[in-house]
């Protein structure tokens, strides 16, 4: 256990010790911030634009509802941003130790490949709520001036944490195949991408298969979060792909040491 | 301490070791001694559990390599060859996260990191980062890690390389205070450094032990040998069979021709046969021009045991 925090706080401190962080963490609010800025300015226009009509009219306004035009396509994006900015913090996590050659110490020392995996997972993991902390204080606006409902918000983000969690042991896998960032970056983003395009083309499938591939499809499941369903099944699905990401990434490990 | 018995290791279809077989006493400083690509740093990796052996085993400690790797990581330190540092981190930071992945309580981490920072001379550099050290400071920091958490055995593969000859000195003696409460194997491919701080030496040539003893009788029972050059006026023939009698000579070679008369002739033995040798030239009717002695030097004997097996 104090192991595998060493490795988390080791992984954590070291994201800040390069100018990736601080260039993620900007690229990453900048975008979440535009996209936030842009859905917000449509819903005013659209009930503005409603308002004046039902003047016009003489009949009662519309109520817009804020969770459901403006929310949950707000997670949606920021989902989408996740899955291109995920890869790039975990390119690192395990190919760094391979280039510098400290997998030499890592194995030489009383710490057991679990340990090493985990703490990076966690330390990955940990990354990514510090990037979602800005679109919390964007979100906190609308509720400063505005009235949405608070429990689709939290949905939303558990749902975010989960879908994270399962984009970074795919990268955390894919970091521990090869000692290149750069390969590790795109071969990370690339599993990511087609564990998220899988489902789209299911329609065309059998429906055996329809529903399998719907199955794996890892966007899928984040649905009925933005929609503000915390539904077990789904967190059952995340726990069980980041466990076998996880799984995966320990044989690498393991399997290295003894190639060597 | 440490028991090696018929290490084998291939990489692929290339063998790195073969046969491997040592002992390291408790207490004792081991020098293991190999030109560049031996099999040394093959053999340290599969001592220190970084990798297994194809074949053989080896008991660390009293821990076997196989079942109780994880006693045996608890109880060595170890030196790569190229130091194993996070380069953004400081130096600091870096001996601090080692201490815990080693293990050290909580509460001692500070001191532990105190007495290694000491130990290896670099109070100066603690609050640097890693990636902006020289070489040689590189290195202490590695050797600083190998000592955390006091470990019983220490495994340093090359730890001199890359110092200047002041940080040399330094290390060695450094080594050479470790003798007594740990157990140290240490690779080298300079044999002097072997000498200074070794008391005991393993030498190692393409993946096979050629030599172990302790170093002073390794010297003296090659120190003994003598080279004889001879400068003879004569045709390589004549000169074999003028001195095929001499029943002492262990080695004849023909160096380079001088010219199509003279011929250079190198012949080494353990007993002094220039008497023999001017005797049978002359007594054959060819021209002695030259006869010079020397000793060998310990870069030599280095190369005679790692070259010409059959002498060892």
Not at chain 1, 136 to 162: A, N, R
């Amino acid at each position: 256990m104090r192991a595998t925090l060493a490795i988390f706080q080791k992984e954590f401190k070291s994201f800040f010790y390069s100018p990736i962080a601080y260039v993620i963490l900007a690229l990453f609010t900048a975008l979440t911030g535009v996209f936030f800025y842009l859905y917000l300015s449509s819903f005013v226009e659209a009930s503005f634009m409603d308002t004046i009509r039902a003047q016009q009219y003489g009949m009662a306004p519309q109520k817009f509802n804020v969770n459901l035009m403006l929310i949950r396509p707000y997670f949606w994006n920021i989902a989408l941003i996740s899955l291109f900015t995920l890869p790039t913090i975990t390119m690192r996590l395990y190919s760094e130790e391979k280039r510098l050659g400290t997998v030499e110490l890592l194995y030489t020392t009383p710490i057991t490949p679990t340990q090493i995996v985990l703490g990076k997972f966690l330390a990955g993991v940990a990354f990514y709520v510090v990037l979602l902390i800005p679109t919390m204080f964007f979100q906190s606006l609308l509720f400063i001036y505005g009235d949405p409902e608070f429990l689709p918000v939290l949905s939303g983000y558990i749902g975010l944490f989960f879908l994270g969690s399962a984009f970074i042991s795919v990268g955390l896998f894919i970091s521990t195949t090869t000692e290149n960032q750069i390969i590790a970056a795109i071969g990370g983003f690339g599993l990511s991408l087609l564990l998220w395009v899988v489902g789209w083309g299911a329609n065309f499938a059998s429906s055996t298969i329809k529903s399998v591939l719907g199955y794996i499809s890892i966007i899928n499941h984040f649905e009925d979060f933005a929609q503000g369903v915390v539904d077990t099944s789904h967190i059952a699905y995340y726990l069980l792909f980041c466990f076998i990401g996880l799984y995966f990434s320990l044989k690498m490990v393991e399997s290295v040491k003894w190639r060597a | 301490m440490i028991d090696v018995k018929g290490l084998t290791r291939y990489y692929g279809e290339k063998r790195a070791i073969s046969d491997v077989t040592f002992h390291v006493n408790k207490g004792e400083i081991l020098g293991l001694l190999g030109p560049n690509a031996a099999g040394k740093t093959t053999t340290m990796r599969i001592l220190t559990c970084y990798m297994p052996p194809t074949s053989g085993s080896a008991k660390v400690g009293g821990y076997d390599i196989f079942d109780e790797s994880l006693e045996i990581r608890k109880i060595t330190g170890y030196l790569p060859e190229n130091p194993p540092l996070y380069t953004d981190m400081t130096v600091d930071d870096y001996l601090t996260f080692v201490s815990k992945i080693k293990g050290v309580e909580k509460k001692r981490i500070k001191s532990e990191v105190d007495t290694v920072v000491e130990k290896a001379s670099i109070g100066d550099v603690r609050d640097r980062i890693i990636g902006k050290l020289s070489k040689g400071f590189k290195q202490r920091v590695g050797l600083a890690q190998s000592l955390i958490n006091n470990p019983q055995i220490v495994i340093l593969d090359e730890p001199t390389v890359g110092l200047d000859p002041k940080q040399i000195i330094e290390i060695r003696q450094l080594i050479k205070n470790l003798k007594g409460d740990h157990t140290v194997i240490l690779s080298s491919h300079i044999l002097p450094e072997i000498e200074q701080t070794c008391e005991r030496v393993v030498i190692i040539n393409e993946g096979k032990v050629v030599a172990e003893d302790t170093v002073e009788n390794l010297t003296n029972r090659l120190r003994g040998v003598q080279r004889i050059t001879l400068l003879i006026e004569g045709n390589e023939d004549s000169i074999k069979q003028a001195l095929q009698p001499i029943s002492d000579i262990q080695k004849l070679d023909f160096a380079a021709k001088k010219d199509d008369l003279i011929r250079e002739v190198v012949v080494e033995s353990e007993k002094d046969i220039r008497k023999d040798l001017a005797k049978a030239v002359v007594n054959n009717g060819l021209g002695l021009l030259e006869l010079s002695t020397e000793r060998f030097t310990l870069e030599e004997i280095f190369l005679h045991l790692t070259t010409k097996e059959e002498v060892a």
